[in-house]
């Protein structure tokens, strides 16, 4: 029974290897995808993109093609350092280096067939983060104040030309609906110049505070001219508002009239063509000013007797 046994094993394992060696000794083509590394000096930075990976399809037979399937270190290391500042690099040349093709195996398609090199001098910068949060609320609250970030700007750093371009570094986009309460968490920042850019950090803290809305109106708010010159004197009319705002509930039950001001500046008023001025509303951070009634006001500028 035994002796079956050993005949059975040795017949599969003598077919594996008749069947492995008719069909490696068959030719394939292969499609390999060649990570690239970036390698330079402190001081240089590139200012164009160059590709993170190089696709690659090879041709040959089977026994020469399966070192290539089974390497666990294809990457080609691209050291900047030893170029020249604009260098077209014809990508079948180290291709074949790195993957240290055998003579019977051929490159058959290469994309891209050539990589431009152009570096910089190395800036930096500070530069704010752009939101792409979208809150969708339930009815009947609001989003009170802004929204926070930590930290809401970022360092960038790389080519100064590029650097010199960039104004905000977006987050990522992500959505949140039906919302009822506060949110908050972590959101990675978009990184679309991954190769060339570097940011610090790659991932920031946000904060909304979530909370039921209401309206609330305040009647009869004085209405303040400021920087009035000693000789003159101003007369609005009306020289009082009326004003609504919306908030979250609790934070409007402790808003008096008193926390809001309204003003007007002595230069818009003289400098005034048309005859009327549209006053400034300061109100707490957290509220949004739903209405101002007037919205114009018309003015008389006297003299003071002396």
């Known amino acids: 029974m035994q002796k079956n046994y050993l005949i059975l094993i040795f017949s599969f394992i003598f077919g594996l290897a008749l069947w492995l060696y008719i069909n490696l000794n068959s030719n394939y083509s292969v499609d390999l995808i060649i990570p690239v590394e970036v390698q330079s000096s402190k001081s240089q930075a590139l200012s164009e993109e160059i590709p993170n990976s190089i696709d690659v399809t090879v041709r040959g037979k089977g026994w020469d093609l399966i070192s290539l399937l089974i390497s666990k270190d294809l990457k080609y290391s691209l050291d900047i350092s030893k170029l020249k500042k604009d260098t077209r690099i014809i990508s079948e040349q180290f291709v074949s280096e790195r993957l240290n093709l055998q003579p019977n195996v051929s490159v058959i398609k290469i994309n891209p067939d050539t990589i431009s090199i152009s570096f910089d001098k190395v800036s930096s910068k500070i530069i704010p983060v752009k939101n792409n949060i979208v809150v969708n609320l339930k009815d009947g609250y609001s989003i009170i104040g802004n929204p926070v970030f930590t930290p809401d700007s970022v360092i960038i750093q790389g080519s100064s030309y590029l650097v010199n371009r960039i104004k905000a570094v977006p987050t990522e986009t992500k959505y949140f609906n039906n919302v009822n309460s506060d949110i908050s968490g972590t959101i990675r920042l978009k990184d679309t110049l991954s190769n060339i850019i570097k940011i610090d950090p790659r991932q920031i803290s946000y904060y909304y505070k979530v909370e039921l809305s209401a309206e609330k109106s305040f009647d009869d708010v004085a209405v303040n001219i400021e920087n009035i010159p000693d000789d003159k004197e101003v007369l609005l009319i009306p020289p009082r508002v009326s004003l609504s705002v919306r908030g979250g509930v609790e934070q409007?039950?402790?808003?008096?009239?008193?926390d809001i001001k309204v003003s007007v500046e002595f230069n818009i008023i003289e400098g005034d063509t048309l005859g009327f001025i549209i006053?400034?509303?300061?109100?707490p951070d957290e509220l949004n000013l739903l209405k101002?009634?007037?919205q114009k006001l018309q003015y008389i500028i006297k003299k003071k007797l002396q």
């Open 252 to 258: 409007l039950s402790q808003i008096s009239a008193s």
């Open 279 to 283: 006053p400034n509303v300061n109100i």
């Open 292 to 294: 101002i009634e007037p």
